[in-house]
């Protein structure tokens, strides 16, 4: 009797823990499939002789369209459609895209202070370009936001507490990066950092919509804002206005550019002071 009722206490953590395992499995095994993919793609059709943006789409297309199939199951299962919005979206649209553009521009010009910074290439490729990249950023930010912070948070947080699971949530988010990819240190603890600020404003908000637009605006503001992806150099896409750190690796002249930064990680503090502060919406917007 008593071997039964801890089995049945202990059965509310199988399905979190078991999440986390299919939602961690999933994205170590659907990068490198895509990738596989997408050289099989490029040898065997005229993709390998597309334009360097061509392929970045598809790339993307393939990995975070998987990345999304496997969060529409996901939110099925756990019946978490309905809680992906939020209150107040169009508020949280303005606040996520101020607090993501402009933390972003706060890193570049702390970073500019202790680096020389020198103009880059020009734009690439034309308006047309630029919105190309800026739609593909925002699909995959909002994928992101959704496999992480729409499904995988919530069901950890249900089930092992808001902290528990904002951890988990940024520590797993921080290892998606990480597969296929040579990270410094310094890198690895802005992913987490990051990971920590998309949840926590996911928590306070009652949904997702703050942390998609403060991603996408952080991204759009490095690759297609200021080019500093790849550093030196630009993207696939080209950037309104590109700019290489030539200085330090700490402060951003590594190839890593801003992302192994030190200003980017007193960047991502200074936003996360305020997000901890923030009580949210309402005392149940965390909860729907």
């Known amino acids: 009797m008593a071997a039964g009722a801890g089995i049945s206490a202990g059965s509310p ?3 979190p823990a078991a999440t986390l395992v299919v939602a961690a499995a999933a994205a170590a095994a659907i990068v490198p499939l895509g990738q596989w ?6 040898t065997t059709t005229g993709l390998g ?4 943006a061509a392929q970045e789409t ?3 297309l393939i990995v975070f369209g998987a990345l999304l199939a496997v969060a529409a199951i996901g939110l099925t299962v756990e019946k978490g459609w309905g809680q992906l919005v939020g209150l107040a979206p169009v508020q949280m649209v303005a606040l996520g895209l101020s ?3 402009g933390g972003l521009l706060a890193a570049a010009g702390l970073a500019a202070l202790a680096s020389p910074s020198l103009p880059g290439a020009a734009a690439a490729g034309g308006a047309g370009a630029l919105l190309g990249g800026t739609l593909l950023i925002l699909f995959q930010a909002g994928v992101e936001e959704v496999y992480f912070r ?3 948070q919530p069901v950890l947080s249900r089930a092992w507490g808001d902290i528990a699971g904002l951890l988990v949530t940024a520590a797993a988010f921080s290892i998606l990066h990480l597969i296929g990819a040579d990270r410094s240190l310094l ?3 802005n992913l987490i950092l990051g990971g920590l600020l998309f949840g926590l404003v996911a928590q306070r908000s009652g949904g997702i919509i703050l942390a998609v637009a403060a991603h996408f605006g952080w991204n759009w503001a490095e690759s297609i804002g200021l080019g500093l992806i790849p550093n030196p ?3 696939s896409f080209g950037a309104i206005h590109d700019i290489d750190f030539a200085g330090p690796a700490l402060w951003g002249g590594a190839p890593e550019g801003l992302n192994a930064s030190i200003a980017m990680t007193f960047a991502l503090v200074a936003l996360a002071i305020p997000a901890v502060a923030w009580r949210g919406l309402n005392p149940t917007a965390r909860h729907g």
Request: charged fraction near 5%.
């Open 13 to 15: 953590h199988i399905r």
């Open 37 to 42: 993919l997408f050289t099989l793609l490029a």
């Open 49 to 52: 002789s597309a334009g360097d």
């Open 58 to 60: 598809v790339f993307t």
């Open 99 to 101: 607090g993501g553009i």
């Open 150 to 152: 729409g499904w995988l």
């Open 187 to 189: 890198t690895i603890v």
């Open 233 to 235: 150099g630009v993207g």
